[in-house]
């Protein structure tokens, strides 16, 4: 099984509809993070949070919300779909970074599409 | 000055041949250096660290250059299996407060 898994893989919404992405992860990893990919764009990061209780945004947090339901659980939800927020969802978890390294694990990634 | 840059490519490659890409970061304060690999469509995936002194794994060597502000990757002999898109990463400070900077990728095509 893998070990950063995400759930939708594909969505198509419309505008103005609330979606939510689900990430888990069974690596045991504190540190749980959302990224946006764009063509030509790169890897953007939304909200990282580095346990439980802790939530921070990323460069481009608006019109996200997350929450850290459990050690394993990140999710991000669109309170209100628009279609620029169309792009490809990764969902990545690295260790407390204590062991010298902070190598990030991705998911599958979700495609959305917002029509 | 963006963060992490990266030459976009494409780099077209026959098989076998060496190939290198580099990359700059803006922050001096960076601290760790790492090298993805991207397949189309698929999750980054860690190639490999970037040390001081540099390292090697097989055919592939990675430097990095602190005074320059850069780092950069070799591959030797190119394999098909190469084809995929590099990415340059860099944690812009002490790994345990910040979060890594992705560069936006380059992309590696080889042929038959």
């Known amino acids: 099984d893998a070990d950063v898994t995400q759930t939708p893989r594909n969505r198509i919404t419309k505008t103005g509809k609330r979606i939510m992405l689900e990430c888990s992860q069974t690596?045991?990893?504190?540190?749980m993070y959302w990224y946006r990919q764009d063509p030509g764009l790169g890897l953007r990061l939304i909200y990282y949070?580095?346990?439980?209780?802790?939530?921070n945004k990323g460069e481009i947090s608006d019109g996200y919300s997350v929450s850290r339901q459990a050690q394993a659980k990140f999710s991000l939800s669109l309170e209100s779909a628009i279609p620029n927020q169309t792009a490809l969802y990764f969902c990545?978890?690295?260790?407390?970074?204590?062991?010298?390294?902070?190598?990030?694990?991705f998911g599958p990634g979700t495609r959305l599409t917002v029509l | 000055r963006k963060e992490v840059e990266q030459d976009p490519g494409p780099f077209n490659v026959p098989e076998g041949a060496t190939v290198a890409f580099n990359c700059t970061y803006s922050?001096?304060?960076?601290?760790?250096f790492f090298w993805y690999r991207q397949d189309c469509r698929k999750e980054p995936k860690l190639l490999m660290s970037?040390?001081?002194s540099g390292n090697e794994d097989g055919r592939f060597t990675a430097q990095l250059n602190r005074a320059s502000q850069y780092i950069s990757l070799l591959i030797r002999d190119s394999k098909l299996s190469d084809s995929a898109t590099y990415l340059c990463?860099?944690?812009?400070?002490?790994?345990?407060?910040?979060?890594?900077?992705f560069g936006k990728g380059t992309m590696l095509l080889v042929s038959p």
């Open positions: 990545a978890t690295s260790d407390d970074g204590t062991s010298g390294t902070d190598t990030q694990y």
């Open positions: 690596k045991g990893h504190d540190r």
């Open positions: 949070s580095f346990d439980v209780k802790d939530i």
């Open positions: 922050n001096s304060a960076s601290q760790s």
């Open positions: 970037v040390y001081s």
């Open positions: 990463v860099v944690n812009p400070m002490n790994s345990g407060y910040s979060t890594l900077t």
